[in-house]
């Protein structure tokens, strides 16, 4: 049997642990990159559902309200606003508010005629900036920005017209 007498390098020594090091730092870097990557495509996506929701939202409350032609665009508060108003069985209209007060989507729903101030509504959603017109009597076009200034915007049509008074 031999034994090898040969002199161990430092080189040998250091050079698995200087391997080890490379691979640690490596993956500790490719670690920070993809939690960055992860949250700054979070709040992309998120910006753009918040976006996407608040147009959802209005876009489905004048569907729901579709009769008679029953939405416009108004005021209420001094704030711009879009206003529904139906007439239910017993005779009595209500308005239903959606406006930003704020930087918050709000709703108000009420009878016509009672008083009511823009912090009455109920808080929807915030928003960083929400806009809404009137194209035409059946089309309104609404546009909503996010914080990191990224816009969504809608052109939504009713279909009902105005009823003819009973003879």
């Known amino acids: 049997m031999r034994f ?36 700054s495509t979070t709040k992309a996506s998120e910006s753009g559902f918040n ?40 005779d009595q209209t209500y308005v239903t508010y959606i406006y930003e007060d704020n930087g918050i989507l709000r709703e108000l729903f009420i009878q016509d005629g009672v008083a009511a101030s823009a912090d009455s509504g109920r808080e929807i959603m915030p928003v960083h900036n929400f806009s809404m017109e009137q194209l035409s009597d059946n089309r309104f076009y609404f546009t909503c920005t996010t914080d990191s200034g990224e816009t969504s915007s809608a052109v939504v049509s009713t279909r009902s017209e105005k009823e003819a008074p009973y003879e």
């Open 4 to 39: 090898s007498n040969e002199k161990k390098h430092v080189i040998d020594f250091m050079f698995p642990i200087a391997l080890f090091f490379v691979f640690a730092a490596s993956s500790l870097v490719v670690i920070i990159l993809s939690a960055n990557i992860y949250s």
């Open 51 to 90: 976006t996407r929701t608040v147009l959802s939202y209005v876009t489905e409350k004048i569907h729901q309200s579709d009769q008679n032609q029953a939405v416009s665009i108004g005021t209420f508060d001094g704030l711009p606003s879009l206003v529904i108003e139906l007439t239910y069985d017993n």
